[in-house]
């Protein structure tokens, strides 16, 4: 076969002439039910979830009352994304989301990409809201004092994971009553599982549940599921507002100083949780096909969706950040600890049941986008005709989303929340980038039919340059220290948990021994806890350098330094040419500002992820291509066709 059918495309009159015989025919249509109400409804269902009552608690406490500007900079980032998105939807209202979009844009191998990579955002993100609703549906549980064993309520890797650390620690001389919950949890459960053999039998059993639950739902049928998200929304919307409406009697504005605690980098280190918080919105465009005016509903849902969101959360996060220090929120469960915390206990638990609902009607969303998602791909040949089925009697994709349930519940029993969740976020916004760059691509093409919506035009030609100078004198002036230090790589001293966890029996007795020899204060006395000790030492940077500078062992264990520091940087770096070359791309082809700031904002959310998710990610885009090389290129509809 000839390079150029690799990029073979679809047009937009083939696509939409298909949807149309569909419907005729009646065999592959879905039914038609949603309005710009309940799109609004699927898109806050989808955003306010694990966000809100989870990462926003990290968040807060690494940026201070400043994390409402990274959650103003994300939903502008996502709004760019959104405009990109709905121009799509509205010039092609098919089920395909992203993919489709890109089959029009850039051709098959890129659609087929960026359709595998959407299984990162649906599938493995709702791995991570199933995790989640498992972790306050136990506690919910415990509240109610049923306590289900550890082993059955936590997945493997965090188990196995938790074990090691707790060990670690607790030969640096802390007791096991002293580590922090979590590490307890995870050893209790580690240590109380069935074995075979050397295999610990920990599995999220809740966390199967509730997929299972809400596959079956999705299942039955599109009005049944708009009707309990519905139901969900209104319900977890109501919490929110009072949780606004009660914590703001408790605000101390005394907390709010100071409001950038950690800098701006200590605000652009929650990017992935904040970004986690928005992902959901695109999802609204997975279901193009049943509702009754796609190209007037989507856009107008999409931004309702982030606009609502956007709103709740600066709220949310200013009260959180007022009713309690920044730095005592970095918890699981930041909206019930406030309250707790100020012993509004009847507060505690109406947030509890609430989250249930909140993560259920994420759960909910995600789980429809994903078979539409493969039953596009299904139905250009892409992957087996099995995965286009449409049930005759409840007009849903019934084997793509049997299969959804079985991808999702089977790696939701043994994975990590913090793997999956920056796999879910690099998927996204890949997907986000792919999207934006194709408005871009399309924007000059006179051929391509337009939709009723258009993202407004403005010339980036001399814009973009501006802003990027603009950022260097930033980046040289006002943050010089940081911007050398990356430049040159300068080595970083490890945390005081870090260096830790990582040393033997023989190594923390050495270090014991050191901190007695320096020990004003006695503290050695008191205490053997290693990490203890040496973390009293943090709040004072230079004291902290000095005293690991001088540990009896290798310097390995107390800095990171030459490449397995630079490695860290390269997707920054990735970030900073790709962006000269949008300059000179924009510069050449008067590019429309707002996707091209959708794509650039996206693509820097991608480069504060670290390195080994753009590593898990690419070999996840491997076993893609594999795929698509030994089964889909072949059985492409569009393989006998002329290429375009």
Known sequence: MALSSLFRKKTVQDILKQVAQNETDGHNALGKHLTTRDLTAFGIAAIVGAGIFSTIGKASADGGPAVIFLFLFTALACSFAAFAYAEFASMVPVSGSAYTYSYVAFGELIAWIIGWALIMEYAVGNITVAISWSDYFTGLLQSGGIHLPQWIQMDYLTASNGFNDAEALMRGGKSFENLSVALQQAHTAWTTAPTIGSFHFVTDIPALFIIILITALVYRGMKESRNASNLMVVVKLCVVLLVIAVGVFYVDTANWDPFAPNGVGGVLKGVSA???????????????????????????????????????????????????????????????????????????????????????????????????????????????????????????????????????????????????????????????????????????????????????????????????????????????????????????????????????????????????????????????????????????????????????????????????????????????????????????????????????????????????????????????????FTYSRKNSKLNTQVVS
């Not at 029993?413 to 980038?433: P, R």
């Open 274 to 628: 904040v970004f986690f918080a928005y992902i959901g919105f695109d999802a609204i465009s997975t279901t193009a096909e049943e509702c009754k005016n796609p190209q007037r509903d989507l856009p107008r849902g999409m931004m309702w969706a982030i606009i609502i969101c956007t709103i709740l959360y600066i709220a949310i996060a200013l009260v959180l950040t007022g009713m309690v220090k920044y730095h005592e929120l970095n918890v699981g469960d930041p909206l019930a600890f406030v309250f707790d915390k100020l012993d509004l206990k009847w507060m505690s638990g109406i947030i509890a049941v609430s989250a249930v609902v909140a993560m259920a009607s994420v759960l909910l969303v995600f789980q429809m986008g994903q078979p539409r998602i493969w039953m596009s791909m299904s139905r250009d040949g892409l992957l087996p005709k099995k995965f286009s089925t449409v049930h005759p009697k409840f007009k849903t994709p019934s084997f793509a989303t049997i299969v959804t349930g079985f991808v999702v519940a089977v790696p939701a029993l043994f994975l990590n929340l913090t793997m999956v969740t920056d796999l879910c976020s690099i998927g996204t916004l890949f997907a986000f980038v792919l999207v934006c760059a194709g408005v871009l691509v399309l924007q000059n093409k006179p051929d391509i039919p337009r939709g009723k919506f258009k993202t407004p035009y403005v010339n980036s030609k001399y814009i973009l340059p501006v802003l990027m100078i603009v950022g260097l004198y930033y980046a040289f002036t006002f943050n010089n220290k940081a911007t050398m230090a990356f430049i040159n790589n300068e080595a970083q001293i490890n945390d005081a948990t870090t260096i830790i966890t990582s040393l033997n029996k023989e190594e923390s007795a050495k270090v014991f021994s050191y901190l007695e020899s320096i020990d004003v204060q006695n503290k050695t006395a008191e205490t053997s806890d290693l990490e203890h000790l040496l973390s009293q030492y943090q709040d004072d940077d230079a004291k902290y350098a000095e005293v690991v500078k001088g540990l009896p062992i290798d310097d390995s264990l107390k800095f990171e330094s030459g490449f397995s520091l630079f490695k860290h940087k390269i997707p920054m770096w990735i970030f900073l040419f790709v962006l000269v070359g949008l300059a000179v791309w924009a510069f050449r082809k008067n590019l429309s500002l707002i996707p091209l700031l959708g794509l650039i904002c996206c693509l820097y959310m991608m480069a504060e992820l670290s390195v080994w998710n753009w590593i898990y990610f690419t070999i996840w885009l491997l076993i893609g291509l594999l795929i698509y």
